[in-house]
């Protein structure tokens, strides 16, 4: 089984790796926000801004990704923050409140006086056991005391939720998304707790074999691969298997993925499964092992398989240093 890994990382390790990339970015947003909308956006040409909006004390468990781009009449910045609690956020509208806020004060440093704000469009994505049910507009925190004679002295700041729960495979197959954003999706609300993600990994398998042809095939692979054996109880060579059908890149990624994991401790289970994931190990990095060598694996102890492993892990550059008494 695998070892929770605190405050939410594996989550919010993949969502930068897979969404600090503009294009997908881009193709999220093209999905959630409204058609007229974005037909006056840019999306084409998103710029990551640098630096972080979230408070400190808040940075564990929240990421923020802020782009600028440009529309049909002027400059805009696109503010695209993850949720990464499992339940909804009462508080959620004065945060985003405050992160605009912060936002506008920023951009004010370095625009002229006089010029006007530039509109910021909130989203915020969530994934969660249950659906996202906080307010979505600061207007619902206030007290209803005075709200019907204060009129239009009640403030009104809205985010857009795109929540996770609420979509099947189908939807998400509609959306256009691209292949890694649609992944990445996928198995922020499949994989964590499975038992075995492989059961359903190949009804998205023209999706990884698209990841697999981009530039930054291997960095997302890993991430992927990563966040599945973090989050679910998979044994790590069902993974590698599925990924050896994706081709020897993919095949690659996982064992690499799996051995550094299985070294840290969190990729675990029963003594024949360790022993076919060092089997696999042992065999990408020494080319095909013969029936000896692995009738030798197969029936290691969990003690033995250990040791070898860590020494696969070290460095050893034989199998005789890996078997050696």
């Not at 945060?95 to 910021?120: S, V």
């Not at 696969?312 to 550059?317: E, F, I, P, R, S």
């Amino acid at each position: 089984m695998t070892t929770p890994e605190p405050n939410g990382q594996p989550h919010d390790a993949l969502f930068r790796l897979v969404f600090g990339d503009p294009d997908n970015t881009a193709s999220e947003l093209r999905s959630v926000l409204p058609p007229r909308l974005t037909a006056r956006i840019n999306l084409d040409n998103l710029r990551p801004q640098p630096g972080t909006f979230v408070d400190p004390e808040l940075q564990h468990r929240h990421i923020d990704l802020l782009f600028r781009t440009t529309t049909d009449n002027g400059d805009a910045y696109l503010y695209l923050l993850v949720e990464h609690q499992r339940t909804s956020d009462p508080a959620m509208a004065l945060r985003m409140m405050t992160y605009q806020t912060r936002i506008w004060e920023h951009h004010r440093t370095t625009a002229a006086a006089d010029a006007p704000l530039p509109p910021i469009i909130p989203v915020v994505i969530f994934q969660g056991p249950r659906r996202w049910t906080a307010a979505t507009d600061i207007a619902d925190l206030i007290d209803d005391n005075l709200k019907a004679d204060a009129g239009d002295l009640v403030p009104h700041v809205s985010y857009l939720v795109d929540d996770l729960t609420t979509l099947d495979d189908a939807a998400l197959r509609a959306r256009p998304l691209t292949p890694a954003a649609r992944i990445t999706f996928v198995v922020f609300t499949k994989a964590p707790g499975d038992d075995d993600v492989t059961t359903w990994l190949g009804k998205w398998f023209d999706d990884f074999i698209h990841v697999t042809a981009l530039w930054n095939h291997e960095s997302l692979l890993k991430g992927i691969f990563t966040y599945l054996l973090k989050t679910s109880t998979t044994p790590a060579e069902h993974l590698i298997q599925f990924a050896t059908t994706l081709g020897s890149d993919a095949q690659e990624a996982a064992v690499t993925t799996a051995e550094q994991l299985h070294a840290k401790g969190y990729v675990t289970g029963h003594v024949d499964g360790q022993a076919s994931l060092l089997a696999n190990m042992l065999a990408l990095k020494f080319g095909t092992l013969n029936n000896t060598t692995r009738d030798r694996v197969a029936d290691a102890t969990e003690e033995q398989i250990t040791l070898w492993s860590s020494r696969l892990v070290q460095g050893a550059n034989t199998l005789d240093d890996i078997f050696r008494n």
